[in-house]
């Protein structure tokens, strides 16, 4: 039941900030899982490839079906909803 309400909640923020905002929700997640928990490496990792992940996804949006543009959001999302997906299965299993 928590996880619902855990699952609910992170799908309203989405909702209001928008899927950009999803990514502030996972790159801390994936850079816990690839360095650890010391937050004094996690912060200064988590911003870096929050920045890269981003600029990563402008350029994608941006190059996949040029010469138009797609939103930066779907190439976030499609990163970001399996992403959120695992971490969920893995806290229901656990």
Known sequence: L???AASLLTA?????AG???FVGLI????????????????????????GIL??????????VVAPREL???IVTALLGVPVFAFLLRRWTVS
């Open 71 to 73: 939103p930066v959001g």
């Open 27 to 50: 790159v801390p997640h994936l850079c816990r899982l690839v360095w650890g928990r010391l937050h004094r490496a996690l912060f200064p990792t988590a911003f870096l490839a929050g």
């Open 19 to 21: 899927v950009i905002g």
């Open 12 to 16: 309203a923020a989405v909702a209001v």
């Open 54 to 63: 981003l600029a990563a996804a402008d350029t994608l949006a941006r190059t």
């Open 2 to 4: 928590v996880y619902l």
